[in-house]
């Protein structure tokens, strides 16, 4: 997440998305100054410096069950960030209420993805894109395991939620 764009408020959609936020589109947030840094470290999100870039990671320390727990107080460039999505909405070309429901299906995939992982959205909070990370981890060294028919159909339904959200939210988001 590095560009910046005119800062307004897209609350309406964003409070009920949050899918900039825990990993899967971006793997960190660039902070845009030292002072803006400070700022962002009181607010308890650790920020790291290199090569004079200051930046914190994802998935985002700060996103809580319900989205960003320090909205009104978020970063500068959390608050500028637009995803195509919220474009689309700021632009007219999209309704809210159609955006709202392309968040839901996004929030439905993933659902689906973690009962693959015998996992459930409610009892645990972990970012899909970790859990994920986490099975190509567990695998990496046995081939056959990520052959199963299990297996097979969790990668092809994250690959699946991957396409779908460069579509919807970002084309530049990163690859798992
Ligand atoms: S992905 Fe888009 S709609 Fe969702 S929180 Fe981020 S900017 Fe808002
Ligand atoms: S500070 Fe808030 S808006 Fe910014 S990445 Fe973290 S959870 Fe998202």
Redesign the pocket.
Do not use: D, T, W
């Given at each position: 997440?590095t560009d910046i764009a005119p800062l307004d408020d897209g609350s309406e959609l964003?409070v009920a998305c949050?899918i900039?936020?825990d990993g899967i589109l971006f793997s960190s947030?660039t902070v845009t100054d030292p002072s803006e840094a400070e700022r962002?470290r009181a607010?308890r999100?650790p920020v790291h410096v290199v090569d004079e870039r200051h930046f914190?990671d994802?998935p985002?320390?700060?996103?809580?069950d319900k989205?960003?727990?320090?909205?009104t107080e978020?970063?500068l460039?959390?608050?500028a960030?637009r995803c195509l999505l919220l474009k689309q909405v700021d632009a007219g070309t999209m309704p809210l209420a159609d955006a709202v429901r392309t968040v839901e299906e996004a929030r439905r995939r993933e659902v689906e993805i973690r009962a693959l992982m015998n996992l459930d959205v409610a009892t645990d909070g972990t970012p899909l894109v970790q859990l994920y990370r986490q099975f190509l981890l567990d695998n990496a060294d046995q081939p056959d395991c990520r052959e199963s028919p299990e297996s097979r159909e969790l990668i092809k339904r994250f690959e699946h939620h991957q396409v779908e959200l460069a579509k919807n939210f970002e084309p530049a988001m990163i690859t798992v």
């Open positions: 997440m964003c949050g900039c936020c947030v962002v607010l999100i914190f994802q985002c320390s700060a996103l809580g989205g960003c727990s320090i909205y978020r970063p460039l959390c608050h960030y």
